[in-house]
């Protein structure tokens, strides 16, 4: 598949790239991208949580009352989850909630991902472009150019670059991020993709 490609004006510079077949032109797969999407929310969550049970909860260890004859319930430990300031019963507790997936499943998934881009032509290849010191100003302005300032936008850099990462980072709807970085998720959660041109050489290297 043949794209234009276009300068910060938006205008068309007069030539194409090709975007590689097998990642922007293959059958999509929709239960791999469910995969993919679901291992990568999943792994985002700490598992921090935690509480404590009557074993973990501070408190005496003397029996409170006698076994029987005082017409209520037993009770032998203040820690019980049923008295105020008791242990606290089938509360969460740490743990790991990250999932694991087949490299290929996750390739497969990310081709489709970007294939559907591709489709709905939400695909940008503008000239490659940096600034000499971060300017959110420019840099929205350069998505006004391109027509995409009202919408979601995941940029797409063939390396680090720390002005360009800055200009970008204060705006909600716009990401700024290194080719080789790409997942799944991120390739759907944005409405636009723009890769600066020699990335998309550059992913063709990272995800051959």
């Known amino acids: 598949m043949k ?6 004006q938006g205008n068309k510079v007069g030539r194409e790239i090709e975007l590689p077949e097998g990642l922007f032109d293959i059958t999509p797969n929709d239960h791999a991208i469910y995969l993919a999407v679901k291992q990568y929310l999943a792994n985002q969550r ?3 949580h935690s509480s404590k049970p009557r074993g973990v909860v501070s408190g005496s260890t003397r029996k409170l009352k006698r076994q029987k004859g ?3 319930a037993r009770a032998g430990s203040i820690k019980n989850p049923t008295f105020r300031k008791g242990g606290r019963m089938f509360g969460p ?3 790991d909630y990250s999932i694991k997936l087949n490299k290929k499943v996750k390739s497969l998934a990310r081709a489709s991902a970007l294939t559907y881009k591709a489709i709905n032509e939400s695909v940008i290849v503008v000239e490659d472009f940096t ?3 971060p300017t959110t100003k420019e840099y929205v302005n350069i998505l006004k150019n391109l027509g995409v300032s009202e919408n979601k936008v995941l940029h ?3 390396g680090t670059d720390k002005n360009l990462y800055l200009s970008g980072r204060n705006l909600p709807k716009a990401s700024v991020r290194v080719v080789s970085e790409l ?5 759907l959660n944005a409405q636009k993709l723009i890769f600066s041109e020699s990335s998309v050489a550059k ?3 990272s995800f051959k």
Do not use: K
């Open 203 to 205: 992913i063709s290297e």
């Open 3 to 8: 794209i234009n490609v276009v300068d910060i």
């Open 93 to 95: 507790e740490p743990r």
């Open 46 to 48: 700490q598992g921090t």
């Open 156 to 158: 797409l850099i063939p």
């Open 183 to 187: 997942n799944t998720y991120d390739i």
């Open 70 to 72: 005082t017409g209520t």
């Open 131 to 133: 600034f000499d010191h």
